[in-house]
């Protein structure tokens, strides 16, 4: 009896002794097992997914754009990444166009499965995804969007790094006060972007009631297309002594080169997302004199460190004269998406981004600041004022 005591004794305590190995194990592995388990994050690898125009006559904002990005990530893996983690963008074209927008989305989430979402080029495309990325709690993070439909409500998976179109077309009636303009007309895209730009610069106007400046014809364009003969009849009847115009850049230059040709002397407005180096391409010297409002410091401005640090990653990759506007806005909001991989540590989680993303406050990135808050995902307000001179550059 007192044998089989013993017996079962030490096999009582080899089961404790066992369990207790088990849980100890158990404790060390799960943390790991956790790590692994958020979607789109790897030992060595985050997963980003992108829906820009590739091809199609808004090709190159998407390509721009995508470039840029690519460009500060790249240059970040060649560092050894973050955290160890290589940082892969996979882009997908849809073309400028809403529809297939939606689908890149599902199947960037449901089949690809990302991280976040990052860098979506245009309002309609951005409108069309937002819903998706924001029921599967994905962060959708730097659209080329300035729409004020995508800023409001808030949403706490949504993070902006420019300036909105009301703070832009708030900037272009400023300019056409001060130069004593008041009939003006507006030529815009019949689709989410051209509206969300009308709709900022009447705000502006009705910000300021003494201003003398007034809307006297409002055409829309079609996207995508060069079809501007019914805005051009209805813009130019109106006898305005400012147009302005929000449409990418194709639309936006086959307009200013027939109003030119019809003999208007009047000047052309635009927001930034017209695509400024593309425009001041279509137009030539015909675009001497066209404005454009602008989110994102001048690329070749050398005087800005992150400016300087742009310039240098290109001229390292062969590519020193492709700066660009939409480029160095890929470069800059891939920037601010690093600082937030960064301070949300090595156990990344998509609410561990968020989280990291609302500490930014005043975050300087090298000349550009960026400011998030819980109450706040818009990053910069920044907005200024360029202009293409009769050689076809774009000037501050």
Same mark, same amino acid.
């Given at each position: 009896?007192?044998?089989?005591?013993?017996?079962?004794?030490?096999?009582?305590?080899?089961?404790?002794?066992?369990?207790?190995?088990?849980?100890?194990?158990?404790?060390?592995?799960?943390?790991?097992?956790?790590?692994?388990?958020?979607?789109?994050?790897?030992?060595?690898?985050?997963?980003?997914?992108?829906?820009?125009?590739?091809?199609?006559?808004?090709?190159?904002?998407?390509?721009?754009?995508?470039?840029?990005?690519?460009?500060?990530?790249?240059?970040?893996?060649?560092?050894?990444?973050?955290?160890?983690?290589?940082?892969?963008?996979?882009?997908?074209?849809?073309?400028?166009?809403?529809?297939?927008?939606?689908?890149?989305?599902?199947?960037?989430?449901?089949?690809?499965?990302?991280?976040?979402?990052?860098?979506?080029?245009?309002?309609?495309?951005?409108?069309?995804?937002?819903?998706?990325?924001?029921?599967?709690?994905?962060?959708?993070?730097?659209?080329?969007?300035?729409?004020?439909?995508?800023?409001?409500?808030?949403?706490?998976?949504?993070?902006?790094?420019?300036?909105?179109?009301?703070?832009?077309?708030?900037?272009?009636?400023?300019?056409?006060?001060?130069?004593?303009?008041?009939?003006?007309?507006?030529?815009?895209?019949?689709?989410? +972007?051209?509206?969300?730009?009308?709709?900022?610069?009447?705000?502006?106007?009705?910000?300021?009631?003494?201003?003398?400046?007034?809307?006297?014809?409002?055409?829309?364009?079609?996207?995508?297309?060069?079809?501007?003969?019914?805005?051009?009849?209805?813009?130019?009847?109106?006898?305005?002594?400012?147009?302005?115009?929000?449409?990418? +850049?194709?639309?936006?230059?086959?307009?200013?080169?027939?109003?030119?040709?019809?003999?208007?002397?009047?000047?052309?407005?635009?927001?930034?997302?017209?695509?400024?180096?593309?425009?001041?391409?279509?137009?030539?010297?015909?675009?001497?004199?066209?404005?454009?409002?602008?989110?994102?410091?001048?690329?070749?401005?050398?005087?800005?460190?992150?400016?300087?640090?742009?310039?240098?990653?290109?001229?390292?990759?062969?590519?020193?004269?492709?700066?660009?506007?939409?480029?160095?806005?890929?470069?800059?909001?891939?920037?601010?998406?690093?600082?937030?991989?960064?301070?949300?540590?090595?156990?990344?989680?998509?609410?561990?981004?968020?989280?990291?993303?609302?500490?930014?406050?005043?975050?300087?990135?090298?000349?550009?600041?960026?400011?998030?808050?819980?109450?706040?995902?818009?990053?910069?307000?920044?907005?200024?004022?360029?202009?293409?001179?009769?050689?076809?550059?774009?000037?501050?």
């Amino acid at each position: 009896m007192q044998r089989e005591s013993g017996v079962k004794g030490r096999r009582f305590a080899g089961l404790l002794a066992a369990c207790a190995i088990g849980t100890v194990a158990a404790a060390i592995i799960a943390p790991s097992i956790a790590r692994a388990a958020e979607t789109g994050v790897s030992a060595d690898t985050i997963l980003l997914g992108q829906s820009a125009a590739l091809t199609g006559p808004t090709a190159v904002l998407g390509k721009q754009m995508h470039a840029g990005a690519r460009l500060y990530f790249d240059h970040i893996n060649q560092q050894g990444g973050v955290f160890g983690r290589r940082i892969e963008l996979k882009a997908l074209d849809d073309y400028y166009e809403p529809e297939a927008a939606a689908k890149n989305t599902q199947a960037l989430i449901e089949q690809d499965r990302v991280f976040a979402l990052f860098g979506y080029v245009g309002t309609p495309t951005s409108q069309a995804a937002l819903p998706i990325a924001t029921q599967a709690k994905v962060p959708f993070f730097g659209p080329f969007t300035g729409a004020e439909s995508l800023r409001q409500p808030h949403n706490r998976y949504v993070f902006h790094v420019r300036a909105g179109y009301n703070e832009e077309t708030a900037a272009i009636l400023r300019q056409i006060r001060t130069t004593g303009l008041k009939r003006v007309a507006v030529v815009y895209n019949d689709d989410g +972007y051209g509206k969300a730009g009308l709709s900022g610069l009447e705000r502006a106007l009705a910000a300021e009631p003494d201003s003398g400046v007034q809307i006297v014809a409002r055409e829309t364009v079609i996207r995508n297309t060069v079809e501007i003969g019914d805005a051009m009849q209805g813009a130019m009847k109106a006898k305005p002594d400012a147009v302005v115009m929000i449409s990418a +850049y194709a639309t936006a230059g086959a307009f200013v080169k027939e109003a030119v040709r019809r003999g208007y002397t009047g000047q052309f407005y635009n927001v930034s997302f017209v695509g400024t180096q593309a425009l001041a391409r279509s137009v030539g010297p015909l675009g001497s004199g066209v404005v454009i409002s602008q989110v994102m410091p001048h690329p070749g401005n050398a005087t800005l460190p992150v400016v300087r640090e742009y310039l240098r990653l290109l001229q390292a990759a062969g590519r020193q004269n492709e700066f660009d506007y939409a480029s160095i806005e890929g470069f800059i909001s891939a920037k601010a998406f690093v600082e937030g991989l960064r301070r949300a540590g090595k156990d990344l989680t998509r609410d561990r981004l968020v989280t990291a993303l609302e500490s930014m406050r005043n975050v300087d990135l090298g000349g550009f600041i960026v400011n998030f808050s819980p109450d706040s995902h818009v990053g910069s307000k920044f907005v200024e004022m360029t202009v293409i001179n009769s050689r076809g550059t774009v000037i501050r």
